[in-house]
């Protein structure tokens, strides 16, 4: 059964990188069926989709923070990472990182499906 | 950009039947997933393309898709299944609607 974890400093000084890794464990990074995404919730609020990434190295962010988001893959360590950057008190949120499958169209296009399962969230509080 | 609107808040008394509406145009052509969250812990998968239980969810969980509304069914509600109930697409993205917060009477 694949499980994953969060990792990574729960407090981050407004203006840094957000940096933290999930760590994928009872499965691989590398199976070609699955993406790989992050997933945040302020608190009290719903769910923001961040970005995945595919194990070739891949990616696809939400436009809304594709201009300080980064997710890269270590096959190796078997982990995906995520990093944020110029962050500010309105990033702070539980980060959640979980799978999806999904499906390439003929144009070359890929569509995510259903995330499962999912970590159990990290909460990251940006403050100085 | 694509939006999902559900309510706020739904009431369902013990026993009965609770319904979590998904609003999106044109919703019914796309694959609609149910997530729920209990306080404090991470969404679970209730319910995937429109209709699909995974394994380990109780039959009592049903869904369904068509026109501008998907729609997450809960029958025989317990008290364990008050949570917030999330609606999940993709639209060139992944667009989640804001939550419905299900209480049992």
């Known amino acids: 059964q694949v499980q994953l974890q969060e990792s990574g400093p729960g407090l981050v000084k407004p203006s840094e990188t957000l940096s933290l890794t999930c760590t994928v464990s009872?499965?691989?990074?590398?199976?070609?069926?699955?993406?790989w995404s992050w997933i945040r919730q302020p608190p009290g609020k719903g769910l923001e989709w961040i970005g995945y990434?595919?194990?070739?190295?891949?990616?696809n962010y939400n436009p809304s923070l594709k201009s300080r988001v980064t997710i890269s893959v270590d096959t190796s360590k078997n982990q995906f990472s995520l990093k944020l950057s110029s962050v500010t008190a309105a990033d702070t949120a539980v980060y959640y990182c979980?799978?999806?499958?999904?499906?390439?169209?003929?144009?070359?296009?890929?569509?995510?499906?259903?995330?499962?399962?999912w970590g159990q969230g990290t909460l990251v509080t940006v403050s100085s | 950009s694509y939006e999902l609107t559900q309510p706020l808040s739904v009431s369902v008394a013990l026993g009965q039947t609770a319904r979590i509406t998904c609003g999106g145009n044109?919703?019914?052509?796309?694959?609609v997933h149910w997530y729920q969250q209990k306080p404090g812990q991470a969404p679970v998968l209730v319910i995937y393309?429109?209709?699909n239980r995974p394994s380990g969810i109780p039959e009592r969980f049903s869904g369904s898709n068509s026109g501008n509304t998907a729609t997450l069914t809960i029958s025989r509600a317990q008290a364990g299944d008050e949570a917030d109930y999330y609606c999940?697409?993709?639209?060139?993205?992944?667009?989640f609607g804001g939550g419905t917060k299900l209480t049992v009477l």
């Open positions: 979980a799978r999806s499958s999904g499906d390439i169209t003929i144009f070359g296009v890929v569509i995510l499906y259903w995330f499962d399962p």
């Open positions: 009872g499965g691989s990074v590398s199976s070609g069926s699955y993406y």
């Open positions: 990434i595919y194990y070739s190295g891949s990616t």
């Open positions: 044109n919703i019914g052509s796309k694959n």
């Open positions: 393309r429109d209709s």
């Open positions: 999940q697409v993709w639209d060139s993205r992944v667009v």
